[in-house]
């Protein structure tokens, strides 16, 4: 599968209009965007660290998916995103080796991207979402 960088570091937090300052003030960050995505029940705001972004998520709806997870886990890490080329592809190369998939096909995502995700039972307990940028 080989991905190509890390994509995104997702990271559920109860308030962006908290979360937002810290990361501006306290690492120099800025925001470039903030985005709702409505199918997920979540609202977006992006940093970028070199080439690699951080994704603050803001829950919408507490039966959203995030909004479960902060209930049953509180703040923090939610998933790691990797960039690949060839989405679809790469889910059915994982299926075939057994990896458990949340989608089995692609999806619209924040800032356009298609993405699906395999599911922390069968990555070590980690979500991990797959990213494919359009143009690529």
């Not at 599968?1 to 306290?26: C, Q, R, T, W």
């Not at 990896?99 to 692609?106: G, Q, S």
């Given at each position: 599968?080989?991905?190509?960088?890390?994509?995104?570091?997702?990271?559920?937090?109860?308030?962006?209009?908290?979360?937002?300052?810290?990361?501006?003030?306290?690492f120099g960050l800025e925001c470039y965007a903030v985005e709702e995505v409505a199918d997920q029940k979540v609202k977006t705001a992006f940093f970028k660290v070199g080439q690699t972004k951080i994704e603050l998520l803001e829950s919408t709806d507490p039966e959203g998916p995030i909004g479960k997870f902060l209930e049953k886990k509180g703040e923090g890490i939610h998933h790691m995103a990797f960039?690949?080329?060839?989405?679809?592809?790469?889910?059915?190369?994982?299926?075939?080796?057994?990896?458990?998939?949340?989608?089995?096909?692609?999806?619209?995502g924040a800032e356009g991207l298609n993405i699906a995700f395999l599911h922390p039972k069968s990555t070590f307990g980690v979500l991990t979402e797959l990213c494919e940028h359009p143009n690529e």
């Open positions: 599968m080989k991905p190509s960088y890390i994509e995104h570091i997702g990271i559920a937090v109860k308030s962006l209009d908290e979360a937002i300052p810290f990361y501006e003030n306290v960039a690949v080329d060839g989405l679809a592809g790469k889910l059915l190369a994982a299926e075939e080796k057994g990896v458990r998939l949340i989608d089995k096909t692609p999806r619209k």
